[in-house]
């Protein structure tokens, strides 16, 4: 069984930066597609990044395109959330989660679409933007 942990959060001001890590001890992250996401207080999990299996093609929720980065650690057990220009609207919690492939196309690419499938979750890490 993949455990994951996240870490890296934090408070930070706006326009700041933070990277969270999603780390799987004991367990390599390459057979997976990974994702990135985030919930607001009362609200629904929402997408916010994802990076497939083969690291093809990486989808990212139109809130944070061109601000956050997700990609893989060299040496397999970590997954990395790099955020960039924070705003006070990217204060929450953030949850990574792990899904094996089930089609050609999810070898290579990801989506947001399935969240209720996904074989892992994390137990989260808080974001707070805030001067």
């Known amino acids: 069984q993949v455990h994951l942990v996240e870490s890296g959060g934090g408070l930070v001001q706006p326009g700041g930066s933070l990277r969270l890590s999603c780390a799987s001890p004991g367990s390599v992250l390459d057979y997976y597609t990974m994702y990135w996401y985030r919930q607001y207080p009362g609200k629904e999990r929402e997408g916010v990044l994802c990076i497939p299996m083969r690291d093809g093609k990486t989808t990212a929720a139109e809130a944070v395109k061109g601000r956050f980065t997700i990609s893989r650690d060299n040496n397999h057990y970590t997954v990395y959330l790099q955020m960039n220009n924070l705003r006070p609207e990217d204060t929450a919690a953030y949850f990574c989660?792990?899904?094996?492939?089930?089609?050609?196309?999810?070898?290579?690419?990801?989506?947001?679409?399935?969240?209720?499938?996904?074989?892992?979750w994390g137990q989260g890490t808080h974001v707070l933007v805030s001067s």
């Open positions: 989660a792990a899904e094996v492939p089930k089609t050609q196309r999810a070898l290579t690419e990801c989506d947001f679409s399935g969240p209720a499938q996904y074989d892992h």
